[in-house]
């Protein structure tokens, strides 16, 4: 089967709808349903449900899905190589990203990058820590920025420690006047990101039984900060979260001065392509300048 086949299997089975990926790849839905069809003959089952609400892999399709995307991702790497023996560099890297590193890194890391290796498409895929990591082993990205600890699939490279600070509202003040006790963490109403908080946050908690609060469901750290400045809560965030949220609040170190370890990740045993080897080598480059402070 053709590459071009493989292809727009990947893109209906992202878009869940073969016009969609019809259209994404620039070709007519007649001719992808003809496609599929010839697909699923040769392999003699289908991969696809299709229905008025679009087209969903088959249990067997998704099954495959994983080989397909792999061939796909060899072939890109094989031109790769080609355009690096002509002394060029070229081709797609997926990376997928959480939120802090959308905000504060990857901006300057991506101009940066460009700026050096412009045939090469950087593609972002943004979500929560266990998001990222699943769509990682799926294959759906080539590198991904994590959280440690996380899955042993993964090999991954130690970027930077942030430390995790207790933000209180600006009238507050610890017992001992510097940083906050675990016993003063458990008298406090503490509210979370509910987008999906770091896994040193969640150990934390666990490990000192401490309970946020049942009363509210906010996905954006700006929106807790706004409580926090109008002395309804407390929370508990890494630093680096906080470089770019100002407001009339407090920030202590807690007692245990504990750290989240943020990492780049990639499924063991891949063979990164050359434009994902260079995206390291500049992810590396700006933390190594930048970021000596965590």
């Not at 040769?42 to 892999?57: D, E, K, M, V, Y």
């Not at 099954?63 to 031109?79: F, G, K």
């Not at 933000?167 to 017992?175: A, E, R």
């Not at 406090?188 to 401490?210: A, K, P, V």
Request: proline letters at 5%.
């Amino acid at each position: 089967m053709s590459l071009s086949t493989y292809q727009l299997v990947v893109a209906i089975a992202e878009y869940g709808n073969m016009t969609r990926a019809a259209e994404s790849l620039h070709i007519t839905p007649s001719a992808a349903s003809h496609a599929i069809s010839a697909l699923e003959d040769s392999f003699g089952f289908p991969i696809f449900h299709r229905g008025r609400s679009g087209a969903t892999l088959t249990p067997l399709g998704q099954s495959l899905l994983p080989r397909i995307r792999t061939i796909l991702s060899e072939e890109a790497h094989l031109q790769e190589e080609i355009s690096k023996i002509h002394g060029l560099y070229d081709g797609t890297v997926h990376i997928g990203v959480f939120n802090t590193v959308c905000t504060h890194w990857l901006p300057s890391i991506l101009r940066s990058f460009q700026t050096k290796y412009p045939n090469i498409q950087v593609r972002i895929f943004q979500d929560s820590y266990t998001a990222i990591e699943e769509k990682l082993l799926e294959s759906a990205l080539d590198l991904s920025f994590l959280s440690l600890p996380t899955s042993d699939k993964f090999s991954t490279i130690t970027l930077a420690h942030d430390r995790l600070v207790c933000i209180t509202p600006s009238d507050y003040t610890p017992s001992n006047g510097s940083y906050v006790s675990n016993e003063e963490l458990h008298s406090m109403n503490l509210i979370l990101c509910e987008r999906g908080y770091d896994r040193t946050i969640q150990q934390f908690l666990s490990d000192h039984n401490l309970k946020t609060s049942p009363l509210h469901y906010l996905t954006l750290e700006s929106s807790i900060i706004a409580l926090i400045e109008g002395g309804m809560a407390c929370s508990i965030m890494p630093e680096l979260v906080l470089r770019k949220l100002p407001g009339d609040y407090k920030v202590y170190p807690l007692q245990d001065n504990i750290y989240r370890t943020i990492a780049l990740g990639f499924l063991k045993g891949q063979t990164l392509s050359p434009a994902c080897e260079k995206m390291i080598e500049e992810i590396r480059s700006y933390v190594d300048e930048h970021l000596t402070f965590l």
